[in-house]
T-cell receptor
Framework: AQSVTQLDSQVPVFEEAPVELRCNYSSSVSVYLFWYVQYPNQGLQLLLKYLSGSTLVKGINGFEAEFNKSQTSFHLRKPSVHISDTAEYFCAVSALEYGNKLVFGAGTILRVKS | DTAVSQTPKYLVTQMGNDKSIKCEQNLGHDTMYWYKQDSKKFLKIMFSYNNKELIINETVPNRFSPKSPDKAHLNLHINSLELGDSAVYFC???????????????FGPGTRLTVL
C-alpha cells in the first residue's frame, strides 16, 4: 500500500522568510505526487504535481517542489512567504496500481507571522 | 462561477436522522468523488463515480449511499447518523485524460456535518 508522511504538523515562519514543508511517501511502484493547499473554510486547491520528467516542479503562488526518488520525498518550498500563504498544505500520492486513489498526508499548517 | 459546489455548507442534526449532501460540478468532468475530513484534518476518499458508474468504494458503512443522477451531480445520502459521522465532507471532480492517477482533482468548499 502507499502512504504519505508529512513530518511537521505546524510550521511557523516570519513573513518574507523561506519555508520548506516536508513530505515523504512509501510505495513499491512508481507514483504521481501532488501538493494541495486548503485556506481556512475552503476546499483544497492544487499547488503543483509531479508526473514525470524534471524533478523540480513549479506551481502557483511561487511554490516549487522537488521529487527525490532515492529519498522518496517531495518537499515543498517557497523562497519568501507572505501572510496570505497561511493555510494547511497537504501532500498526496496516487498510482495506477493502487486503483488511482489519491492518498493524502495528515497536512502541515503553515503560519506566517508579521 | 463556482466550479464545484456543495449544499448545504453546514448541517447540524440529531443522531439517528437521515440526511443528504448535494454536489454539482460545471467543469464538464466525468469523474466525481466524495472525501471525508475528520477532526484531525485527515482526508480520506469514500467513493468515486465515473460517468455515473461507481468505480471506488472504500470501506465505508453501508449507511452511506452515493447517487449520481448524471455526470455533473454526485449526492451523498447518510442513514441513521452517528456521532462519529461528524466531519467535513468534500466533493471533488476530475477529467480523465488517459492516466486517472495523474488527474488534478477540483474540490468543493465542503459541508461541515455535526451530529448531536
Amino acid at each position: 500500500a502507499q502512504s504519505v508522511t508529512q513530518l511537521d504538523s505546524q510550521v511557523p515562519v516570519f513573513e518574507e522568510a523561506p519555508v520548506e514543508l516536508r513530505c515523504n511517501y512509501s510505495s513499491s511502484v512508481s507514483v504521481y505526487l501532488f501538493w494541495y493547499v486548503q485556506y481556512p473554510n475552503q476546499g483544497l486547491q492544487l499547488l503543483l504535481k509531479y508526473l514525470s520528467g524534471s524533478t523540480l516542479v513549479k506551481g502557483i503562488n511561487g511554490f516549487e517542489a522537488e521529487f527525490n526518488k532515492s529519498q522518496t520525498s517531495f518537499h515543498l518550498r517557497k523562497p519568501s512567504v507572505h501572510i496570505s500563504d497561511t493555510a494547511e498544505y497537504f501532500c498526496a500520492v496516487s498510482a495506477l496500481e493502487y486503483g488511482n486513489k489519491l492518498v493524502f498526508g495528515a497536512g502541515t499548517i503553515l503560519r506566517v507571522k508579521s | 462561477d463556482t466550479a464545484v459546489s456543495q449544499t448545504p455548507k453546514y448541517l447540524v442534526t440529531q443522531m439517528g436522522n437521515d440526511k443528504s449532501i448535494k454536489c454539482e460540478q460545471n467543469l464538464g468532468h466525468d469523474t466525481m468523488y466524495w472525501y471525508k475530513q475528520d477532526s484531525k484534518k485527515f482526508l480520506k476518499i469514500m467513493f468515486s463515480y465515473n460517468n455515473k458508474e461507481l468505480i471506488i468504494n472504500e470501506t465505508v458503512p453501508n449507511r452511506f449511499s452515493p447517487k449520481s443522477p448524471d455526470k455533473a451531480h454526485l449526492n451523498l445520502h447518510i442513514n441513521s447518523l452517528e456521532l462519529g459521522d461528524s466531519a467535513v465532507y468534500f466533493c471533488a471532480s476530475s477529467q480523465v485524460r488517459g492516466m486517472p492517477a495523474a488527474d488534478t482533482q477540483y474540490f468543493g468548499p465542503g459541508t461541515r456535518l455535526t451530529v448531536l
